[in-house]
């Protein structure tokens, strides 16, 4: 449309339509068919912006994969004719709505060590763009940091949480990271427990959304942030995360049962601090529910994957749970697992027993050693005395001690009441909750002594004698191939008899075994036996016997003796004597010269040194 003003060959006033852009614009004059020849040169006014939206965010907090965006402003030329830029770049597939509106598929992430503004610009072509005359600042949302598919902040690349060695790498999820081609630096800063903050270099290996960092060792609960560009850029706010708990893999225990010794555990995510301040640690011994019964009082820290615990509670048996608590976090058991978290107490010992018992049992005998445990562990508690070894099958009900009980030393002593048994080469067993301990051949029940015997066998060794002795043999092995009797004189030792072969045996005049032939209780009479032999030939007065039980062998004779039967004469011959000449006269022995004196009659033994 042309309007003419009053000069009217002079001026005319028109409007553009359509609308245009850009600098160095050139403007004819057409008159009749006649073309000016002059040509005028304009500008269109430069665009403006004015503000900027992307999905909800405005200027001041654009997210870093902003997209799509819009620009509202003046001025803005047509679509193909206008463009927006910032530090990084030109923006993509911009159109324009209005005059005062575009949009654009997305634009370029400008880095923290660049001024992030927006500039527009329009014009048919780049020579004739006019630049707006003013630029837009913006700014970036700050990271965020989101949970991950295990519901944690911060894990390994398996999903694990953080091993307390720092091993790397972590991984971070969250948004406004930035393009993994950013160039920016982006870092963790880690804050442990008492410690410093420490940082960690990241690089994005998704853009925007998912950080790989290096670790950093701690233990227990830690916080951090992502930071985007050190000082110059923004820090996300903190979140929390938690080193991975601590694993057991192995025991090594020497505890004994007074909690005396030393626990070493070996495993890993122990810490990296010996300082209990900034890594406390703790130990328990005894089960896996940590309760302050189990608490070894005392532990350090070796290494890593080492801790010493001591001061551990009083207790017995194997297998016992072992679990240790790092900076708060607790060590998990698996009940399906192989007992590496599983310690034992020291099993017991024997040192020596007090005390001998007679032979129908009953005395109380004192075992002392170690590792017996508590008072309160009497229940687990059994003691044995048996002639048969560990390996040997025999009844523990037969050889048990009775009433064990614990003295006022109870991890080192304890005393029961001796079973009945023989012999002076009896094992002691000591079993503490499934842990044994064997004293070999240490123990010996009294020997036998005979406390009456039958007077005046015959000497030719045909008549049975009746002893009376104490401590034969157990009153439910009457088992005569256990019990040896010899017959001497007082002053004779057990081997003086034995080497005279002089045994009350089986049977008459040595015939049979070495052995008596009936050993029986003398009712009536407390740990009395009868025991019935056949007295060897011998002769003599002030003879004694003496009794072995299972080698063990009376001491000395008692001075309960007795005599062999007095010689006895029925008759007599003499040789060479008057009453061969003198029939039916008295026999007269010759004043002189040889004469042989035969006499008959008994118990004139076998020994002729003996007879006069």
Same mark, same amino acid.
């Given at each position: 449309?042309?309007?003419?003003v009053?000069?009217v ?6 409007s ?10 050139p403007?004819y004059?057409t ?6 020849d ?15 939206d992307s999905?909800?965010e ?5 997210r870093t994969?902003?997209?799509?965006i819009t ?8 679509t193909?004719?206008?463009l927006f ?6 923006c993509t597939?911009?159109v ?10 997305s ?7 660049n001024?992030?503004?927006f500039?527009v610009?329009?014009?048919p072509s780049?020579s004739l ?6 630029s837009l600042?913006f700014?970036?949302?700050a990271p ?5 598919d295990?519901s ?6 398996d999903g ?6 720092g091993t790397g ?5 969250g948004?406004?990271?930035?393009p ?5 630096v982006?870092?963790l800063e ?6 410093a903050?420490?940082t960690?270099t ?9 950080l790989?960092?290096?670790?950093v060792?701690?233990?227990?609960s830690?916080?951090f942030?992502?930071?985007?560009g050190?000082n110059?850029?923004?820090?996300s706010s903190s979140q929390s995360?938690t080193?991975?708990?601590?694993v057991v893999t192995?025991?090594t225990?020497?505890?004994?049962t007074?909690?005396t010794?030393?626990?070493v ?17 703790s ?12 608490e ?7 290494s890593a994957?080492?801790i010493t ?5 009083e ?8 679990s ?5 976090e ?14 034992d ?7 020596g027993v007090?005390g001998?018992?007679?032979t129908?049992g009953?005395?109380v005998?004192t075992i ?10 009497i ?7 048996s002639p ?18 614990t ?8 005393t029961c009441? &001796? *079973?009945?048994?023989t #012999? ?7 079993? %503490?909750d499934?842990?044994?301990? =064997? !004293?070999?051949g ?17 000497t ?8 009376t ?8 092995i009457?088992?005569t191939s256990?019990?040896?009797?010899t ?5 004779e030792n057990?081997?003086?008899?034995v ?10 005049a ?6 008596p ?8 009479t ?5 025991v019935?032999?056949? &007295? *060897?030939v011998?002769? #003599?007065?002030d003879?004694?016997?003496?009794i072995? %039980?299972d080698?063990?062998?009376q =001491? !000395? ?16 011959n ?5 009453h061969?000449?003198n029939?039916?006269?008295r026999?007269?022995?010759p004043?002189s010269?040889?004469?042989t ?16």
């Open positions: 449309m042309i309007t003419w009053s000069n060959d002079v001026e005319i006033v028109c553009l339509d359509p609308p245009g852009s850009g600098v160095d614009r403007m004059v008159v009749g068919g006649l073309e000016s002059h040509v005028s040169i304009f500008d269109y006014a430069p665009p403006t912006i004015t503000a900027v999905q909800g405005t200027t001041d907090s654009l994969n902003a997209g799509p620009f509202t402003g003046t001025n803005f030329a047509p193909g004719y206008i830029s910032n530090y990084g770049g030109s597939n911009c324009t709505v209005s005059a005062t509106s575009a949009t654009c598929d634009c370029p992430y400008v880095t923290v060590a001024v992030k503004q500039s610009s329009s014009g780049s763009a006019v630049s707006g005359t003013n600042t700014t970036y949302v965020s940091i989101t949970l991950n295990n944690t902040y911060l894990s390994l690349t694990e949480l953080p091993m307390t060695s790498p972590w991984i971070v999820h948004t406004n990271f930035g993994s081609t950013a160039g920016d982006l870092t880690v804050t442990r427990n008492t410690e903050a420490v960690a990241c690089t994005v290996v998704v853009p925007h959304t998912k790989s960092c290096t670790g060792a701690g233990s227990g830690a916080s942030v992502v930071v985007r050190g110059i850029g923004s820090s995360f080193y991975a708990p601590p192995g025991v225990s020497t505890i004994k007074d909690g010794g030393s626990l555990i070996t495993g890993y995510n122990f810490g990296i601090h010996s300082d209990p301040a900034k890594n406390p640690i130990g328990y011994f005894g089960d896996y529910s940590q309760a302050a019964s189990a070894c009082t005392t532990c350090t820290f070796d994957t080492q615990c001591s001061d551990c509670p207790g017995t048996g194997t297998s016992k749970g072992v240790v608590t790092v900076n708060g607790v060590s998990v058991h698996d009940p399906n697992g192989t007992g590496d978290d599983q310690g107490y020291e099993p017991p010992s024997i040192s007090i001998e018992s007679a129908i009953g005395t005998i002392n050693g170690d590792n017996f445990g508590p008072a309160s562990a229940s687990t508690i059994s003691v044995y005395i048969y070894t560990v390996d040997q099958p025999y009844d523990e009900t037969r050889w048990a001690c009775t009433n064990v009980a003295t006022a030393t109870p991890h080192t002593q304890i009441q &001796a *079973p009945a048994g #012999g002076n080469q009896n094992y002691v067993y000591v079993e %503490v499934g842990q044994d301990a =064997t !004293a070999s240490s123990y010996t029940y009294h020997y036998s002594v005979v406390t009456a015997q039958q007077d005046n066998p015959t030719d060794g045909t008549t049975i004698i009746t002893l002795a104490n401590n034969v043999v157990a009153p439910d009457f088992n256990r019990v040896f009797v017959i001497g004189t007082p002053a057990w081997a003086a008899r080497a005279a072969g002089r045994y009350c045996g089986s049977g008459p040595g015939t049979g075994s070495l052995n032939f009936n050993v029986t209780l003398n009712t009536g407390p740990n009395s036996f009868i019935q032999c056949y &007295a *060897p011998y002769s #003599g007065a003879r004694t016997a003496m072995m %039980v080698n063990v062998v =001491t !000395a004779a008692t001075a309960a003796d007795f005599d062999y039967a007095a010689p006895y004469v029925t008759s007599y003499l040789t060479g004597s008057y061969e000449n029939p039916g006269g026999d007269m022995a004043s010269g040889a004469i004196v035969t006499i008959f009659g008994n118990n004139f033994g076998n020994d002729a040194s003996k007879i006069t």
